[in-house]
């Protein structure tokens, strides 16, 4: 190559400086998210530009955020209206929040757990319950606490 010329990167390099498999930058080619500027036709390798470095990083920091590979193909082409992108953005939005919620009712449930452990006396006796016992025993803290009987009650009036 030529000075002038960008120096492109085989698959591996891309791979390794992004931080991501080489089998995953093919599975980023096959479901068009991320097509390598060039395809040698008689080797078959793979080459990308540095510049695609960038659109690695953005398609990692979308898949954190629980974009799936197509919606995350349809944000990088560019081809998405404005109310496109703000529709999947809301969609995401709205589903990380249901996670922070159910996580937080599940932080309330092991506080609940926890200090029913410590007050009651079957607690105590744990160590000594046969497993069935005992997944009987915790069951039942988890099926009668007061924020899950609530949560419950509210799933079934929305079904």
């Keep these: 190559m030529e000075g002038s010329e960008v120096q492109l990167l085989k698959i591996g390099e ?4 992004a931080g991501v ?4 930058l ?4 096959k479901k068009n998210v991320i097509k390598p500027v060039m395809v040698d036709e ?3 390798y793979r080459y990308y530009s540095p510049d695609q470095f960038q659109q ?24 998405c209206s404005k109310e496109e992108l703000d529709s999947l953005f809301e ?6 929040q249901e996670i922070i919620w159910k996580t937080e009712a599940k932080i309330r449930e092991l506080d609940v757990m926890k200090a029913s452990l410590s007050q009651g006396s079957e607690a105590e006796k744990l160590s000594q319950m046969t497993d069935e016992e ?15 009987v609530r949560q419950t009650l509210s799933e079934v009036l929305w079904l």
């Design 134 to 148: 005992r997944a009987w025993y915790l069951a039942k803290l988890v099926r009668v606490n007061e924020e899950n």
């Design 14 to 17: 891309l791979a390794a400086l």
């Design 21 to 24: 498999s080489v089998k995953a």
């Design 56 to 79: 690695i990083e953005a398609l990692i920091e979308l898949q954190d955020m629980g974009f799936t590979l197509n919606e995350i193909a349809k944000i990088l082409s560019g081809k």
């Design 91 to 96: 969609e995401k939005q709205t589903a990380l």
């Design 42 to 44: 008689e080797t078959g």
């Design 26 to 29: 093919r599975v980023y080619e």
